[in-house]
């Protein structure tokens, strides 16, 4: 069969795809290891880097419709690769896989696209830039200035993205460690996009418009294999500032966790485990598995104590690698809204 | 105790050898040709299954070239990069070392699911497929693929016969046929909002999933199979009945005797329903390992005339699955509860004290004849009932139970009627007590009798339907592949300069004109013919008026098939709408066996009016030198060869491939016919035993044992020969009930019945063969009964 076909390709290098996307597996071998004080050269790194084994174009967008109602979007490029390297034609040990989303208060709608490289089916260019998979693209002129097109059965959503600040890196300068055993990937993010576009819904077309945050992070064994999963939130607060924070579950009910905060001029403060904290404060149950939709989320050291809430809890990605994914708002100590993604919970 | 009644129970088996050996082998035999036959079935089907599931034909529509073989893998991006969800697929041939195999390429990243049934096995993941170049096929074509490509090879008999399925990229390297697709298979779901199809890519055709309609012939002839393992089963169940009610009778004593002493009725029923149920399962076993045996020696012969019939294919070999064997030991358990529900029915009605005679059973008295026959009549009254009034697959098959089931039940009686009319006419004493003692046979062997005249009748029936289509079938080829070549051209520019070469050149051109219509409500292709010889001389019709073609060639008329009348409700000489301002009369109903669709044939002519634009891109040729006429077409006029196929040929090995189909039949009836043969031989077998002291006062007036001996084979073939005559009509009416009744029922049309009178003659002498053979060996026993034998008969006169 091949959705046993698909489900293996997602299941045997992509083991640790339950954990997070950050799982191809956790060992690395014949693929290149992120190493600290990167130096990255762009506008060559907003590219593919086929010597690592996993990497995403990862966006997620807040937006507001005219009568006020708050809408979430999601375009993600994944870039899974068999061997480190890339060969033209089918032979291409390069798959490209993208997952779309739009979320209402009451609806999700997703959809999912898979292909090879070396054929012109997917692919990402840097200049100029245009990461695509399908119909599915993000294309510029340039990494500041976007335009955001996908497709699903039941939406399409056609977005122009303009960055308004600096990109930010995170952890050391871009090196983001992810265990405390030294697991780590390059990480970096445009989280200033101003956002105006339209989406599809079944009911009709929606203009909207808001904000978007890419995410761009390279790896080839982020993992450790202790972790179970992830809570990854970017927070955009009333205050201009943003706070980027993620836990990686341990299996032994422990977690390691890292953050990013960035303040409204684009200049970051990073946080080392256990700084940032997040907990559970309601579960809610979708596609037959308990997810934790609201949260209570510190940084202490810049005065964060916020209630995170989905916007719409059901916002279940039910794809070949199933997670939630979602917008959220944020109450509390600041105000404000974000996305929240979780992966990991059987 | 129990464990002392069970011992006791078993002995009867250790002194009635041959007994045990009759009731283990005929529920075997039974079982055998039940799971055979089933085997066949699942076989068949599951392997043309796996065919359609790996070409995705019919279940997804697809994108072909408009014209060429190739299309471009840069639009299959293109269509991708649109949008549309299609999957690219390449397709060819690969020569082996003494084969060719095709190749199928899929890219399991965009194949919609379940397209391609790989079975991924250990060590095989879906990077080396993507990356490194696995082929999956079948075990015979993985060992023939082995040495002709490099890439690793694994066996996996899911996938579907003659093919290997690999990567869409491998495929290419293979078939050097970089960058280029055969078709793409659109995805059943597609996103919103897509650009139009043609304006991607205006070089591709969609061709819409098809329904099932292909395998309606096939089904057709699978239904035949069933009906015949059905049939074949209950021919066994009657042998095993025979035994056990025997078995049973002859055990009446024992019973008794263990009641006597103290057993309970109901643990002597557990023991003796343990002790079925232990034979029923060993033989049903035996059954199963048997008709795995049948069908590895007929399967290549089925799968080779599917094959060719319909062009499903069929994997030549067999694999043991579970649906087969369970439902053949399940089968087995159940025949053996319900032959012998009736005898431990008995045993448990029966007074302690009651005498156990254990001739009682064979010597039932004419009364239980004229019980039988009534029922019989009941069943006949309620079959025709069914004919006439009732509809549905499975009213179909309970008409066919009744009308066995009732020809079995009423056989007593008719034969007893038949042996008391030549007693009557027999003049010497010598005849008077042969009838006599026959009419006092009849009871016991009719159980026997019975498998006989099912077995006979089965086989006449399924000859006979086998037959009719085969007469039927070879009809519609010689109709609708008349034509010796065949053109087809993909340039509508170059038809009219073509037709005026090939009108040169050919005794006759026949070109195909069709569009897709809709005539009466249901989809039809619509036919404008060139009538001419071919079709005055080669197309038979189901039901026609006088001068046919005469009138369809001056436009006053047309032909509908037979989907298309019934679906509509019309019949010839009724009225059809054509087109908006077009109505015809139909001057006949043509067979258009397994086409789902409707069909409808009017004068070139005023096809051309209705349609101006249409130019046939097809023509049918005929010539008396097609080789040469080939040839010019190809060398002279420039036409690729692909573009001309050889009908001929294709009629040839198509009738060919039918033939085969009687191979499988064949065997089938020497099978069925064997084991009612077996079931004679054991009834004998076990008469002759308790015969000996009716046959000692005739010995001892001075008929000679061989004499003796003599008189039993002549009776047994003077049984089989009246139940065989009786055998030849139910059979007919057997197949009439399959072609005409279950056929309509299961697939629309109805087949046409022909009669074969030779081969019924052949069955005939078969069935009383099989008799004869079988009471041979009794017959000889008798003619060497010791004397001494005989005479104890008179010493120990009870």
């Known amino acids: 069969m091949i959705v046993r076909v698909i489900a293996l390709l997602l299941w045997l290098p992509m083991q640790a795809a339950a954990q997070g996307f950050a799982g191809l597996g956790t060992d690395a071998e014949g693929f290149a290891v992120p190493t600290p004080d990167p130096a990255f050269d762009f506008p060559q790194d907003h590219g593919p880097h086929p010597e690592y084994r996993i990497e995403w174009w990862y966006l997620t967008a807040n937006l507001t419709g005219p009568d006020g109602t708050a809408y979430g979007v999601q375009w993600t490029l994944f870039r899974s690769a068999l061997a480190p390297e890339t060969r033209e034609g089918w032979s291409d040990p390069q798959v490209w896989f993208a997952h779309a989303a739009v979320t209402t208060p009451d609806r999700h709608l997703v959809a999912e ?69 030294g697991q780590a990937s390059y990480y970096y993010s445009q989280p200033f996009y101003e956002v105006t576009g339209s989406l599809t819904l079944p009911q009709g077309d929606v203009p909207v418009t808001g904000a978007a945050w890419l995410d761009r992070e390279w790896s080839s064994q982020p993992l450790a294999e202790t972790q179970s999963g992830w809570d990854w939130f970017s927070l955009s607060l009333e205050s201009g500032d943003k706070l980027m924070g993620f836990l990686l579950r341990e299996d032994d009910g422990g977690a390691f966790t890292s953050a990013t905060w960035i303040a409204s001029d684009g200049t970051t403060t990073a946080y080392p485990d256990g700084a940032f904290a997040a907990q559970p404060l309601d579960w809610h149950e979708v596609a037959g598995r308990d997810v934790p939709t609201r949260w209570a989320v510190q940084l202490p050291d810049k005065g964060i104590d916020v209630t995170v809430q989905a916007l719409n809890p059901d916002a279940w990605m039910a794809l070949s690698i199933p997670y939630w994914e979602g917008p959220v708002t944020v109450e509390g100590s600041h105000e404000g809204r974000g996305y929240l993604e979780m992966t990991g919970y059987e | 105790m129990t464990l002392t009644a069970l011992t006791a129970l078993v002995s009867h088996w250790r002194s009635n050898r041959l007994q ?11 079982t055998a040709l039940w799971s055979g036959v089933q085997a066949i ?14 070409l995705g034909e019919g279940q997804f529509d697809q994108l072909l070239p408009r014209s060429g073989d190739w299309i471009d893998q840069s639009t299959y991006v293109a269509l991708r990069r649109a949008g549309w969800q299609v999957s690219p697929v390449l397709e060819g041939r690969l020569r082996t070392e003494d084969d060719r195999v095709r190749i199928v390429g899929l890219d399991p990243l965009t194949a919609p699911g379940a397209i391609a049934p790989v079975g991924m096995q250990e060590g095989a993941n879906l990077g080396d497929f993507l990356t490194r170049g696995v082929l999956f096929a079948a075990p015979d074509v993985a060992e023939a693929l082995e040495s002709a490509v490099s890439q690793r090879v694994i066996p996996d008999p899911s996938v579907a016969p003659g093919v290997a399925l690999t990567d869409i990229g491998v495929a290419q390297g293979l078939l050097e046929a970089e960058g280029q697709l055969s078709r793409l298979i659109v995805a059943r779901v597609q996103p919103m909002g897509l650009p139009d199809i043609a304006t991607v890519a205006p070089g591709l055709v969609l061709q819409p999933a098809q329904d099932a309609g292909a395998n309606r012939l096939t089904d057709s002839f699978h239904l035949n199979l069933t009906a015949f393992g059905l049939l074949s089963f209950a021919v066994g169940i009657f042998i095993v009945h025979g035994t056990i009610s025997l078995a049973f009778e002859q055990r009446r004593a024992m019973v008794r005797t ?13 023991l003796m329903i343990a002790e079925l149920v232990v034979f029923a399962l060993v033989a049903g076993g035996i059954g199963v390992a048997l008709g795995y045996v049948i069908a590895a020696v007929l399967l290549p012969n089925v799968a080779a005339t ?15 699955r579970p649906e087969w064997w369970l439902s053949g030991l399940a089968i087995a358990v159940l025949g053996t509860g319900l032959a012998a529900s009736g005898a431990l029915w008995k045993i448990a009605r029966m007074p302690l ?51 066995l089931i009732g020809a079995a039940l009423i056989l007593p009686l008719i034969l007893r009627g038949a042996v008391t009319l030549a007693d009557g006419l027999a003049q010497s004493a010598m005849w008077q007590w042969f009838w006599a003692d026959t009419r006092q046979q009849v009871p016991g062997m009719s159980l026997a009798l019975m498998a006989l005249l099912l077995a006979t009748a089965a086989n006449v029936g399924v000859s006979t339907m086998v037959s009719s289509f085969r007469v039927t079938f070879v009809d519609f080829l010689d109709q609708r592949l008349a034509p010796e070549l065949f053109i087809r051209i993909d340039d509508a520019a170059q038809s009219p300069d073509l037709e005026a070469y090939m009108v040169e050149y050919a005794s006759e051109v026949l070109p195909l004109l069709s569009v897709e219509t809709e005539i009466a409500g249901v989809p039809t292709d619509l036919f404008g013919v060139r009538v001419g010889p071919t079709y005055r001389e080669n197309w038979l019709f ?105 009908q001929s040929r294709i009629k040839a090995f198509s009738i060919e491939v039918f033939e085969r189909t009687f191979t499988v039949t064949g065997a089938l009836n020497v099978l069925t016919l064997a084991v009612a043969a077996f079931a004679i031989l054991m009834s004998l ?33 003077v049984l089989a020969l009246v139940t065989t005559v009786l055998a030849i009509p139910l059979g007919l009416l057997l197949a009439w009930v399959l072609l005409s009744y279950v056929n309509v029922e299961a697939f629309g049309w109805k087949l046409p019945m022909y009669l074969f009178p030779g081969h019924y003659a052949l069955l005939t002498l078969f069935a009383l063969l099989a008799a004869a053979l079988a009471a041979l060996w009794p017959a000889i026993r008798l003619a060497r009964t010791p004397p001494s034998d005989l005479l104890k008969v008179f010493a120990n006169d009870r």
């Open chain 1, 113 to 181: 696209r898979i292909a090879r490289g070396g054929i012109g089916q997917a692919g990402v260019t840097v200049d100029p830039f245009d990461a695509w998979i399908d119909d599915w693209r993000m294309a510029g002129p340039s990494f500041d200035d976007l335009t955001l097109t996908a497709r699903g059965n039941a939406f399409a959503y056609d977005l122009d993205l303009q960055a308004t600040g600096p990109l930010v890196f995170h952890g050391e300068n871009g090196f983001s460690v992810k265990s405390a055993q």
């Open chain 2, 20 to 30: 045990f050996f009759a009731m283990i082998a005929g529920l075997a035999l039974a």
């Open chain 2, 41 to 54: 079935n699942a076989e068949a089907r599951a392997s043309y299954d796996a065919a359609a599931a790996t």
């Open chain 2, 258 to 270: 263990l009641r006597a002493l103290g057993v309970p009725l109901n643990i002597l029923i557990a």
């Open chain 2, 306 to 320: 599917l094959q060719g019939l319909y062009g499903a294919t069929v994997a030549g070999t067999l694999q043991l």
């Open chain 2, 353 to 403: 004290l009651s005498s156990a005679r254990p001739r009682a059973w064979a010597v039932a008295s004419g009364d239980t004849a004229v019980r039988l026959g009534l029922v019989a009549g009941l069943l006949f009254l309620i079959g025709a009932g069914i004919a006439i009034w009732g509809s549905g697959l499975t009213l179909g098959f309970a008409l066919l139970a009744c009308l």
């Open chain 2, 542 to 646: 189901l039901d026609e008026t006088p001068n046919v073609w005469d009138r369809v060639a001056r436009g006053e008329a047309t032909v509908v098939s037979e989907q298309l009348a019934r679906r509509a409700d019309l019949w010839t000489g009724d009225r059809v709408t054509i087109a908006p301002d077009l109505t015809l009369p139909i001057a006949a109903i043509v067979a258009d066996y397994g086409n789902p669709l409707g069909q409808a044939l009017i004068a070139e002519p005023l096809f051309l009016d209705l349609y101006p634009d249409t130019v046939p891109l097809a023509f049918g040729l005929r010539s008396d030198d097609p080789a040469a006429l080939r040839d010019r077409l190809t060398e002279d006029y420039g036409l690729p060869e692909a573009a001309i196929t050889d």
């Open chain 2, 685 to 717: 077998l076990t008469l002759a035993s308790i015969r000996v002291p009716q046959l000692a006062p005739a010995w001892a007036l001075g008929l000679t044992r061989r004499k003796l001996g003599q008189l039993e084979l002549l009776r047994a073939v």
